[in-house]
C-alpha cells in the first residue's frame, strides 16, 4: 500500500500527523522529561497526573508545552528524513517490485531511524532542557531539598536555563539555547546523547515491525487480503507503545545525558555506560523504568493519529487538489 502513495503526499500526511500529535500528547512527554530526571529522595512530583498538576498551577497551562515549539518546527523535517530514507532502503531492499518480508521492513526502518537522528538528537536535546527547567526551579523553591552550598558548583551551564539559584526565573528559547550550545562546545554540543538515541531508536525499530506484522496478520480475513483498518490501528498503537516500554531504559539514559542542568545531589555522567551503572548502583533496576507508562502513552496516539492521516488520504487529496488548480491555471 505504501508503495502507491507519492513522497509528497506521504510527507504532508506525516507533517500534518506530527502537528496534530505534538499538540495532543505534548504534555505527557514533559511529564515524562520530568518523572525521568528525578532522584529517589528528591521527588518533586509523584505521579504524570500530579506533574501536569503541578505544572499548571505553577507555570500555567501553556507551562505544560514548554519545549513544543522545537517539535512543532521540527517535526517536519525530521519526517521528511525519515520517509524518503525509508522509501530509499525499501526500494533497494526489494527485488522485482514485490512487498518487502518483515525481517527487511525492520531493516529498513532501523535504516531510516539511523538517518532520522541527525535532526532527532539536537530536537531532543533542545526540548529536554526546556522542558526540565520547570522541574528544576521547583525543586529549588521546595524547602530542606537543597543544601544551598551544593548549588553554586552546579552554575555552569545553569545560568541560560533560568534555574540559577538567585535570580527570578527568566525564559529561554530553545534558540538561544542552541546558539550557546553551538558557542560554547561546537556542533558536538548539539548532538549529545546521540549514541543514546540510536540505542534507543534502533531497537525499539527492531521490537516494532515484527510485532506489528503479527498481530496486523491476525486480523487478515485470509492471507491475501489486507486487516480492517481498526485493527491495524490497534496494532499500531500496540506494538509502538510495548516497543516504546521495551527502549526505556535507553530512554532513561538518554534523558539523564542530555540535561545539561542538574538539580543538588544529581549525578553527572560522562558517558552511556557510566550512566547505566551508575543509576543501577544509586537508584536501582525499577529506575529504567521512569517515565515508561508515560512514553507509552506518547507513542500509541503518536502512532494512531499517522494512520489515520493515511487512512483519510489527507495528503493525496493535498496533493491532487494543487495539481488540479496548477492545471487549471
Ligand atoms: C518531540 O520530538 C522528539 C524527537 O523526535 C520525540 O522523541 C518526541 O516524542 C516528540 N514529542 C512529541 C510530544 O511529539
Redesign the pocket.
Known sequence: MSQQISLPAKLINGGIA?IV??TC??P??LAKTRLQNQRQGQQVYKSMIDCLIKTVRTEGYFGMYRG?A??LT??TP?KAIKLAANDFFRCHLSRNGRGLNVFKEMLAGCAAGMC?VI??TP??ML?IQLQDAGRLAAQQRKPGLIPPTRLAANTVLCRSYNVVPNSSARAVSATQIARELLHTQGIQGLYKGLGATLLRDVPFSIVYFPLFANLNKLGKPSPDEAAPFYWSFISGCVAGSTAAVAVNPCDVVKTRLQSLSKGANEDTYSGIVDCFSKIMRREGPSAFLKGAGCRAL??AP?FGIVQVMYFLGVGEFIVSQTQLKLISD
Request: hydrophobic share 60%; net charge negative; glycine share 10%.
Open positions: 506530527g500529535g505534538v500528547v505534548f505527557i512527554d513544543a522545537v517539535n521540527l517535526v525530521e532520522q535532526v532527532t530536537m531532543e526540548k506518547v507513542i503518536l
